[in-house]
Nanobody
Framework: QVQLVESGGGSVQPGGSLRLSCAASGFTFSTYAMSWYRQAPGKERELVGGITSAGGSTNYADSMKGRFTISRDNAKNTVYLQMNSLKPEDTAVYYC?????????WGQGTQVTVSS
């Protein structure tokens, strides 16, 4: 079955960086686009950005452009989210996502806290 396991979250000061990873299994990873979402306390889950199956194209929500970078390693079945210049408003649980046959699959999420 499809499994997505995020890791790499933690606490960081404003202006800091983190790299999140999402290890995927249970499907042919290299043939699917992948996305990252986040959900802050009391808010709806929002799209961070996505990457095409071969990694040749990415897209980002406006508030993350220039600070966040999504990449993937299809040999390792892993997608990454590099986050730089972090702000307190980036505090959230971050999830990776794949849509397969119209069904959304989610990992358990990883907590990112940005605070001084």
């Amino acid at each position: 079955q499809v499994q997505l396991v995020e890791s790499g979250g933690g606490s960081v000061q404003p202006g800091g960086s983190l790299r999140l990873s999402c290890a995927a299994s249970g499907f042919t990873f290299s043939t699917y686009a992948m996305s990252w979402y986040r959900q802050a306390p009391g808010k709806e889950r929002e799209l961070v950005g996505g990457i095409t199956s071969a990694g040749g194209s990415t897209n980002y929500a406006d508030s993350m452009k220039g600070r966040f970078t999504i990449s993937r390693d299809n040999a390792k079945n892993t997608v990454y989210l590099q986050m730089n210049s972090l702000k307190p408003e980036d505090t959230a649980v971050y999830y990776c996502n794949v849509v397969r046959w119209g069904i959304h699959y989610w990992g358990q999420g990883t907590q990112v806290t940005v605070s001084s």
